[in-house]
């Protein structure tokens, strides 16, 4: 069992996959019409050679088809331990409630957990905000209303519990 279906159903997992399946077809035919970004980080897309617009939706694009994927693999059925986030917030459990609370304020978007430095930043955005932002993300949870209106309807609060539960909070 994925650990995702811990707090999402099968069918809300599968609709983000294909979610993700088409923002990818989207990014590949990006790629065929313009072959300098092909394979490219987004720092390298923003300097290629694609009308203003256009390139705007390709970082935007290619930023949604990772941290989706990032998303498919920030959980675990059996999420361990980190000594670093016990040092750095005094217990994991004070970690994930400042996570909890910050996830609750946002008005979607993803929540990022980010390393940098071996610090450990906390942002949530959309993704016009997040593309701003120096990131190196090691977990995302997806905020919008979308990602758990299937399974919990409008009790984002919920979701966001259920979510943090099975956080893989060893991968930071």
């Given at each position: 069992?994925?650990?995702?279906?811990?707090?999402?159903?099968?069918?809300?997992?599968?609709?983000?996959?294909?979610?993700?399946?088409?923002?990818?077809?989207?990014?590949?035919?990006?790629?065929?019409?313009?072959?300098d970004?092909?394979?490219?980080?987004?720092?390298?897309?923003?300097?290629?050679?694609?009308?203003?617009?256009t390139?705007?939706?390709?970082?935007?694009t290619?930023?949604?088809?990772?941290?989706?994927?990032l998303?498919?693999?920030?959980?675990?059925?059996?999420?361990?331990?980190?000594?670093?986030?016990?040092?750095?917030?005094?217990?994991?459990?004070?970690?994930?409630?400042?996570?909890?609370?910050?996830?609750?304020?946002?008005?979607?978007?993803?929540?990022?957990?980010?390393?940098?430095?071996?610090?450990?930043?906390i942002?949530?955005?959309?993704?016009?905000?997040l593309?701003?932002?120096?990131?190196?993300p090691?977990?995302a949870?997806?905020?919008?209303?979308?990602?758990y209106?299937?399974?919990?309807?409008?009790?984002?609060?919920?979701?966001?519990?259920?979510?943090?539960?099975?956080?893989?909070?060893?991968?930071?």
């Open positions: 069992m994925n650990a995702m279906h811990k707090f999402l159903s099968e069918e809300a997992v599968s609709l983000h996959r294909e979610y993700l399946n088409t923002l990818k077809l989207k990014y590949s035919v990006f790629e065929k019409s313009y072959k970004i092909a394979g490219k980080s987004v720092n390298k897309i923003k300097t290629a050679r694609v009308d203003r617009e390139k705007k939706e390709i970082i935007k290619k930023i949604d088809i990772e941290l989706h994927n998303f498919f693999s920030s959980f675990s059925e059996n999420p361990r331990s980190n000594s670093r986030l016990r040092d750095a917030y005094g217990s994991e459990q004070a970690f994930l409630y400042g996570v909890y609370r910050l996830a609750l304020k946002s008005d979607g978007g993803f929540l990022v957990i980010s390393k940098n430095r071996n610090k450990i930043d942002i949530c955005g959309r993704l016009e905000q593309e701003k932002l120096d990131l190196t090691c977990l949870l997806d905020l919008e209303e979308h990602a209106f299937l399974d919990y309807g409008f009790s984002r609060e919920e979701y966001i519990k259920n979510a943090l539960s099975s956080l893989d909070i060893s991968k930071l």
